[in-house]
């Protein structure tokens, strides 16, 4: 079975970190760019960052830019969310997804998507 699984969501406070990881179960992620994905209650979804199949290149939304940073280990098959200075508008449940390289950063469109971790960021 083919699938992304995401881990690492949970609670905190505002001003701090959490790490969401990304793996894959039976196909290798180095193939695909990854995106990260979010997406708050009663709002759109919003693309959060993402990062070439190499990891030679990322692309970050403006609301995150200078606090979050993707990466990708792909001897581990995961690919990474740091997530830094969260704030409460952070709070939505995240989604990492693959598509296959289209020569830039972000996928046209993804193949794969995961079932997503809460993350949740209040005082």
């Known amino acids: 079975q083919l699938q992304l699984v995401e881990s690492g969501g949970g609670l905190v406070q505002p001003g701090g970190s959490l790490r969401l990881s990304c793996g894959a179960s039976g196909f290798t992620l180095e193939y695909y760019d990854i995106g990260w994905i979010r997406q708050a209650p009663g709002k759109e979804r919003e693309r959060v960052s993402c990062i070439s199949y190499t990891g030679g290149s990322t692309d970050y939304a403006d609301s995150v830019k200078g606090r979050f940073t993707t990466f990708r280990d792909n001897a581990k098959n995961t690919v990474y969310l740091q997530m830094n200075s969260l704030k409460p508008e952070d709070t939505a449940v995240y989604y990492c997804?693959?598509?296959?390289?289209?020569?830039?950063?972000?996928?046209?469109?993804?193949?794969?998507w995961g079932q997503g971790t809460q993350v949740a960021v209040s005082s």
């Open positions: 997804a693959a598509g296959v390289s289209s020569g830039s950063v972000c996928p046209l469109e993804y193949a794969y």
